[in-house]
């Protein structure tokens, strides 16, 4: 039942950054302490009856850390795991503070020790020895609260030690500065009349390692030689003290450098920085960052140099450093809005350049931290809210595959039964398919779940051997000491048995090829390369109700009286099995011997069927035919029934672009062909029209890139999409002409002066209309309605590309006359119409209207 804990927390208890800056043994990705192996520790503490039986545990449990401590450090051999050496440290800590008695007892020898200075003795390839330096006031570290009641206790003794000073109503509006806690090591820069001498590294709080060169080595951007800013003053002796750490993406590309060279990659970004710290060469290649967090001093290190920690980062800023300090913390009296804080760093943290394992609470008024004291190993005005995350480690018994209504394939880990804080976890999520590869994670595995607050739980990672064991032995211990205890620690009888070891029988698992549900071919999803979609969207069980919607829906084909809701009904009831059979329902609704006497099949019935009546029925199934049959007599533009196709990252205007581009659906098909087979553009120099044979590439069409295009491909590509449509269309749906293309039927009509028109139907069909003046049948948001109703878009400007200028009353002087200027040049076509009456008798003529004129000309 337990994990790793965060570093930070052991450089509290160590006073060293020793163990930290060589931890290279992580194994963790994420170092969120465990709350469980808090709570084993405690309940270790607490069944501890007397003060000479604490003193043998104390003495036997530093002996064992400092075993393993000298181990690593002089041997550079890794006798216990991360979470094992944790668990000690932490168990070290609780007796401590059960026993107040025998605090500081026992550590002495781990202090000393680590101050001896073997920083680099675990490192391969290098005996290098690091002088030692003091640090002008002890560097300390911090004390740490792993939920918000230790918060809210560590305030109330803040404030009980300035109920003297402060007067109540002062008391209350004591602020605290939050800021990010970033996962890194600590240094220490000095600075001698604003120039750089020195930087140490922690060491034992009062020695620090030279680490100058390394921090002053060119990849260490964020340390100023010399602290700049204008007229800007600075203490002269002093320290700034801060984290250095690795950004994210800066460890990314050095692993990669370093696997392609067959070194071992860093752990991790705190790793990476202290392997950096550790190299003896000195021009290391890993581009180190600084954060400042505080500053030291002769004789103390507080109040007399700023007076407030805003101020000191506002300072470090002009200086020249990393404004991060600044831009990533908040200020507050209200504890709640510290928690709030916290929370949204919590739900941040990933997207940060930099890892982050809590947040960090301090006084801001200096002058009061004086008042509040510090104790030998951490001051008493700050306190680290770490981000705490509940583990278990139970068995991954299968892997199942979801299909989201949008066809994203996602694999979810069924779980042997395990308790999480107090709620039974049988399933969790893998994120996605990659990440399964990734983590090696394989069914049969022990695996690390995790769940922090409301959030579904996740697996992390597989279990370690020493993770197993310690979760089996944890929850041997809770059981042998007490009854109770085991309720208290969350343990059951199921996670006792999910930790057995499964060292046998796992087995790799392969992301699927196929969708699960419709068993159509799947795709990585081009975003990101990180998502396999079900290409299928079209016939797909799993999304045929969100994609018949989008087809049916006002944008796409515009079906009245086809809601969500109807749609799911008539899938409910087989009455459709995938969208094209929608153009058929009246067909079979009737049968071959229409009876219309006969009561409406039951999907008819979609609406309350207890209070309708049955011509009421008939009357909604009669209402919905007749929806669907006006797409049919009407048709459908070329340019609405791409975008209805649902082609991932096909949106309208895409849609447009296309319909513009292709002019029909088979040349527009062809070119998604093309693209699947060629992989990109194949023809770059000839993507000007297709008049003289020429292909256009997808790539070549306004707003279609890489993204798109293969999304566009990958849809076609799958030949139950190909089949869809094909059934769409012989069921009856018509694609209008474009006009411009090769499709002779369209014609043009009288008042038009652009050739741009594709169809009687739409009039207004990409053409610019620019208004001007005020009217008095109808407001300007009406018109644009209109206008964009019938496929027109409207501009404020006036533009040479402008089609019509709609003139009301007292129009715009400039713009009349810029019009009439266009009207006059070579060229220009613009149209003047006066009044909203004669351009609605002109444009805004309805489809109605305009069908007789079809309906004559067809026939
Ligand atoms: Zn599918």
């Given amino acids: 039942m337990t994990t790793t804990i965060s570093k930070t927390k052991m450089k509290k208890i160590t006073g060293g950054c020793l163990r930290a800056l060589s931890s290279l043994s992580s194994s963790s990705e994420r170092n969120l302490p465990s709350s469980n192996s808090l709570q084993v520790a405690t309940a270790f503490a607490n069944s501890i009856e007397s003060s000479s039986k604490a003193e043998k545990i104390l003495r036997d449990l530093a002996q064992k850390i400092s075993e393993s401590d000298r181990l690593y450090y002089d041997e550079a051999k890794e006798t216990l795991t991360d979470g094992e050496y944790d668990l000690l440290r ?12 025998l605090r500081g007892k026992f550590d002495d020898g781990m202090y000393s020790r680590v101050g001896s200075g073997r920083l680099a003795s675990s490192s391969s390839n290098s005996s290098f020895e690091y002088k030692k330096y003091k640090h002008l006031s002890p560097m300390q570290s911090l004390k740490n609260a792993f939920n918000a009641d230790e918060v809210r206790e560590f305030d109330e003794r803040v404030r009980k030690s300035l109920v003297e000073v402060l007067p109540a109503a002062a008391l209350q509006k004591v602020e605290y500065c939050a ?7 600590s240094a220490s820069l000095r600075y001698e009349n604003g120039k750089l001498v020195r930087a140490l590294s922690r060491g034992d709080g009062e020695f620090g390692e030279d ?4 921090v002053l080595s060119s990849s260490c951007r964020d340390v100023p030689r010399e602290l700049g800013g204008e007229g800007s003053s600075y203490p002269e002796v002093f320290e700034i003290r801060g984290e250095v750490y690795v950004e994210e993406d800066a460890l990314e590309k050095v692993n990669e450098r370093k696997s392609a ?12 920085a202290a392997g950096v710290m550790r190299m003896k060469e000195q021009n290391v290649d890993v581009p180190l960052s600084f954060i400042p967090h505080g500053w030291g001093t002769e004789g103390g290190d507080r109040a007399e140099l700023f007076e407030t920690q805003i101020e000191f980062y506002e300072k470090c800023q002009k200086w020249g450093f990393s404004d991060l300090c600044l831009t990533r913390s908040a200020i507050s009296s209200d504890l709640n809005e510290l928690f709030a804080f916290h929370a949204k760093t919590y739900d941040l943290r990933d997207t940060l350049s930099h890892k982050i394992d809590g947040v960090v609470y301090k006084i801001n008024e200096t002058r009061l931290r ?3 004291g510090s104790d030998s190993r951490a001051p008493k005005w700050a306190i680290a809210h770490k981000f705490v995350a509940d583990v278990a480690i139970t068995t991954l018994k299968s892997i199942e595959v979801q299909v989201g209504r949008t066809g994203v394939l996602t694999p979810v880990a069924i779980l042997e039964p395990c308790e999480l804080n107090g709620a039974t976890i049988r399933r969790a999520t893998l994120h996605n398919f990659f990440e399964i590869e990734r983590k090696k994670i394989q069914i049969g595995q022990d695996v690390v779940v995790e769940r922090a607050g409301d959030v579904i739980p996740k697996i992390i990672r597989v279990a370690t051997d020493a993770e197993r064991i310690t979760s089996e032995e944890n929850a041997k211990e809770a059981s042998s000491s007490s009854s109770s205890l085991g309720a208290a620690l969350g343990l059951s009888s199921s996670s006792s048995t999910s930790s057995s070891l499964n060292l046998g029988g796992a087995s790799a698992y392969a992301a699927p090829m196929l969708c699960p549900c419709c068993n159509s071919l799947v795709s990585r999803d081009a975003e990101d390369g990180m998502v396999i979609r079900c290409n299928a969207g079209l016939k797909c069980p799993a999304q045929r109700t969100a994609r018949t919607t989008h087809f049916a829906s006002k944008k796409a084909l515009d079906i ?4 969500e809701k109807q749609i799911e009904k008539l899938f409910e009831t087989n009455a459709i099995e995938r969208t094209s059979d929608i153009f058929t329902l009246e067909e079979r609704f009737y049968g071959p011997n229409r009876n219309e006497e006969e009561m409406p099949p039951v999907w008819a019935r979609y609406e309350n069927p207890a209070q309708k009546k049955k011509h009421e029925f008939t009357k909604n199934a009669l209402n919905m035919f007749a929806a669907i049959n006006d797409v049919k007599t009407n048709g459908v533009q070329l340019a609405k029934f791409i975008y209805a196709l649902g082609i991932p990252f096909v949106g309208e205007a895409t849609a447009k672009e296309l319909a513009k581009t292709y002019k029909s659906l088979d040349k527009f098909k062809e070119a998604a062909e093309r693209y699947h087979e060629t992989g990109s553009r194949a023809d770059e120099e000839s993507d000007v029209d297709e008049k003289n044979g020429i292909k256009i590439s997808l790539e070549a069409v306004e707003g279609v890139g890489d993204i798109v295009a293969k999304s566009i491909a990958n849809f076609w590509s799958e030949p139950n999409n190909a089949n869809e449509v094909k059934r769409i269309l012989d069921n009856g749906v018509k694609i209008l002409p474009v006009f411009g293309g090769d499709v002779s039927s369209s014609s043009s009509s009288s008042s038009r002066t652009n050739n741009n028109i594709n169809n009687n139907n739409n009039k207004l069909s990409n053409l610019k209309v620019c208004i001007t003046g005020t009217f008095t049948s109808k407001s300007r948001s009406e018109i644009q309605r209109d206008i964009e109703r019938l496929g027109g878009s409207v501009s404020n400007a006036l533009a040479k590309s402008t089609d019509i200028l709609l003139i009301g009353e007292n129009p715009g002087k400039s713009k009349l006359e810029k019009a009439r200027e266009i009207a006059k040049s070579k060229g220009g076509r613009i149209v ?14 309805t489809m109605e209207e305009d069908r007789d004129d079809d309906d004559d000309r067809e026939e």
């Fill in 211 to 214: 680490i100058t060169r390394h």
């Fill in 560 to 563: 009245r009286g086809l809601a």
């Fill in 90 to 101: 932490m168990k070290f800590e609780a007796v401590e503070r059960k026993f107040e008695e």
């Fill in 179 to 185: 800021e990010l806690k970033i996962d890194g090591v």
């Fill in 832 to 845: 003047l119409v006066e009044g909203f009456e004669q351009f609605q008798k002109d444009w805004l003529t």
């Fill in 261 to 272: 060279n067959g070194e071992t990659p860093f752990k991790n970004a705190r790793n990476a």
């Fill in 370 to 372: 004086d008042r509040i």
